[in-house]
């Protein structure tokens, strides 16, 4: 069956620009996370929804991150007035419960690169 | 902050068994161990987990001390296709727990012919 996709697999900003990414996570999973993953480091958490409540937001590194969820399935993660800093591999991950030993399913990620 | 600890690099030849293993000295008893491989410029994905018990699946084994202060991934018989970060994450059971993985910097397991 599928499994999470993520869109663009590929993104180039000019610092300062706004960027959105997009997640479908699979069909029925209540949970969704957003990790931001660095060159050559593990990914790292930054925000976590069930359903359409985003329950833990901690990770975010700056207020110019926001996530949401509206309907409970697709996600987006926008990056406001983008940074060189914030060049990393987003990557999206669903579960199919709340349960905290649930199996996270991961997407392919989306690079983003700001110049 | 990670809770676990593992080796930066590993090398296995083909064929042959590779054992990753994994430091986790203060677990606490309603917490997993999960492992979670990364291939190249792909997402994580999950092999096994387990909380006290030996595991194995069609990936892999899991074998999990008694004290549960390290455990050890079995993959039997490595290909090359396994060459990847592998990571080993102690992960909190719970209803108050969001779930959320929290991954260190793995094992880089370079499967050679």
């Known amino acids: 069956g599928a499994g999470v996709s993520q869109s663009p697999r590929y993104k180039v900003a000019k610092r300062g620009q706004d960027v959105a990414l997009r997640c479908d996570p699979i069909s029925g999973h209540v949970s969704l996370f957003w990790y931001q993953q660095a060159l050559g480091q593990g990914p790292e958490f930054l925000t976590y929804?069930?359903?359409?409540?985003?329950?833990?937001k901690s990770g975010l590194p700056s207020d110019r991150f926001f996530a949401e969820r509206p309907e409970g399935s697709v996600s987006t993660l926008k990056i406001q007035r983008t940074q060189q800093e914030d060049s990393a591999v987003y990557l999206c991950a669903s579960s199919l419960s709340i349960s905290g030993t649930e199996t996270q399913y991961f997407g392919p990620g989306t690079r983003l690169l700001v110049l | 902050d990670a809770k676990t600890t593992q080796p930066p690099s590993m090398d296995c030849a083909e064929g042959r068994a590779a054992n990753l293993p994994c430091n986790h000295s203060t677990i606490s008893g309603n917490e997993y161990v999960y492992w979670y491989r990364q291939i190249h410029s792909q997402g994580p994905q999950y092999i096994i987990h387990?909380?006290?018990n030996n595991e194995t699946n069609e990936m892999a084994s899991l074998i999990i001390t008694e004290d549960r202060k390290s455990s050890t991934l079995i993959l039997p018989h490595a290909t090359l296709r396994d060459t990847a970060v592998y990571y080993c994450i102690v992960r909190g059971g719970g209803s108050s727990n969001t779930g959320k993985l929290i991954f260190g910097q793995g094992t880089t397991l370079q499967v050679k012919p």
């Open positions: 387990g909380l006290k």
């Open positions: 929804f069930q359903n359409e409540a985003q329950l833990d």
